[in-house]
């Protein structure tokens, strides 16, 4: 079992940066592949962004291609997502998600879930 806390989100203009940081409970975090997810007001949650447990591979819903890296450090059992270029449209609640199995970009592909941070980025 692992237990997933989101911090580092804010309140930034349109054009600026986050680094958002996802912490881990739990000795075999690198076991997990991570995923971020985010929902906006009176929207469904969805896919940003994942890692797998290797690092050999990540993948971006394409809205934020370019803009979005995700990456890990497993010996600090943290995933990350640096948010470069915000845009109005990028004001969310962001999540983030870990499963043994491998992830994915469904939200039935992750066990667990952090309570979320709010990203508010204004125009």
């Known amino acids: 079992q692992v237990q997933l806390v989101e911090s580092g989100g804010g309140l930034v203009q349109a054009g600026g940066s986050l680094r958002l940081s996802c912490a881990a409970s739990?000795?075999?975090?690198?076991?997990?592949?991570m995923g971020w997810f985010r929902q906006a007001p009176g929207k469904e949650r969805e896919f940003v962004a994942r890692?797998?447990?290797?690092?050999?591979?990540?993948d971006y819903t394409d809205s934020v291609k370019g803009r979005f890296t995700i990456s890990r450090d497993d010996a600090k059992n943290t995933v990350y997502l640096q948010m470069n270029s915000l845009k109005a449209e990028d004001t969310a609640v962001y999540y983030c998600a870990a499963d043994v199995h491998g992830g994915g970009r469904q939200l039935y592909g992750y066990e667990y879930w952090g309570p979320g941070t709010q990203v508010t980025v204004s125009s």
């Open positions: 739990g000795r075999t975090f690198s076991s997990y592949a």
């Open positions: 890692i797998s447990r290797s690092i050999d591979s990540s």
